[in-house]
């Protein structure tokens, strides 16, 4: 089922191709002409549901990309609009000035950048001046990264760059958000590096926000998630609490979205099938952010808050559920 919707995706892609080589004029904030030279060449890594459609935004912006992927049917699709393919991360890394990966935890992230033809498995000199990782991963890991890739240098100087830099820059946002480009990014690293590379963000989100040094951007998106388990845990109980109690739900939605109920989950991602259209929940709760990577990310939480000595007694409630 995932592939047969990355079919009718890419099918769209292809017909957006010649916007990507000629954006119109209300897009100039977005188009390949605003690009700094050294933002041009683009690696993307993690093709998934997420992954797919941030690329996409980045191919209509006009970067110029190259991806790698396990899923050889998505390589495939990408290659059919005549986008290179790479086998490994490594040959991603050869041919980008920036690498994107978007990947589903953090042991994965260390194969990519660290494992056996990974990123930086050619030596101590590298071509990518900008390595972001786009993964929801614990904080530690994405500072042991950073602290890692300072020790290399760049095999050519990229402007005012001599070493490559990493920044962490988890996004907030359904599959609906990385398809429309409306993401969040929540950044953490060089804030210099942060602004050189704005626009990239801004090809893929509508917002993007400079957290602090390395692992603060994947501080922040873990605490964003433990409070979107608790609120939508909330607003699930509550709807299905008022219904037992013989209150529509689409008439506890227009109290809750007027009054102090309001948050995410209820106006915006509501769990309730037929009350909005274009959310999983009117699609069979296809296409929603799974159940198994919301736990993945209340143990990142639960893990961070035991590391930082704070109590948790919502997220381990969540964590339960």
Not at 144 to 153: E, M, P, R
Not at 272 to 295: R, T, W
């Amino acid at each position: 089922m995932k592939i047969c919707r990355l079919r009718s995706l890419f099918s769209s892609i292809a017909k957006c191709n010649s916007q990507a080589i000629s954006p119109s004029p209300s897009s100039a904030a977005h188009s390949f002409s605003s690009i700094n030279h050294h933002l041009q060449n683009v690696g993307f890594i993690g093709l998934g549901n997420m992954g797919s459609r941030m690329a996409n935004n980045l191919i209509k912006a006009g970067f110029k990309l190259t991806v790698h992927d396990k899923n050889y049917d998505v390589l495939e699709m990408f290659s059919q609009m005549g986008v290179p393919t790479m086998k490994t991360p490594y040959e991603v890394s050869e041919a980008s000035d920036i690498v994107i990966t978007m990947l589903p935890s953090s042991a994965h992230v260390i194969d990519v950048y660290t494992g056996p033809d990974g990123l930086l498995h050619g030596g101590k000199r590298i071509r990518p001046w900008l390595l972001i990782d786009s993964s929801t991963i614990d904080p530690q890991t994405s500072r042991n990264l950073s602290a890692t890739i300072s020790n290399y240098i760049l095999r050519e100087r990229q402007g005012d760059w001599e070493k490559p830099v990493k920044l962490d820059a988890p996004v907030s946002g359904s599959i609906i958000a990385a398809e429309a480009g409306t993401l969040t990014f929540m950044v953490g690293g060089s804030e210099e590096a942060f602004l050189t590379a704005k626009s990239l963000f801004l090809s893929m989100g509508k917002s993007t926000i400079y957290c602090g040094e390395a692992g603060s951007g994947s501080a922040a998106k873990i605490c964003n998630n433990l409070a979107l388990a608790v609120s939508m845990l909330g607003i699930s109980e509550a709807l299905a609490l008022g219904q037992s109690l013989g209150v529509a739900a689409s008439t506890l939605t227009e109290i809750f979205n007027c009054s102090s109920a309001r948050c995410w989950s209820s106006d915006a991602y509501n769990p309730v099938p037929g009350l909005m259209e274009g959310v999983p929940s009117s699609k069979d709760y296809n296409g929603g952010f799974a159940s198994k990577l919301m736990a993945k990310d209340l143990n990142l939480a639960v893990e961070s808050a035991k590391l930082a000595g704070c109590k948790y007694p919502l997220t381990s409630q969540a964590q339960k559920m």
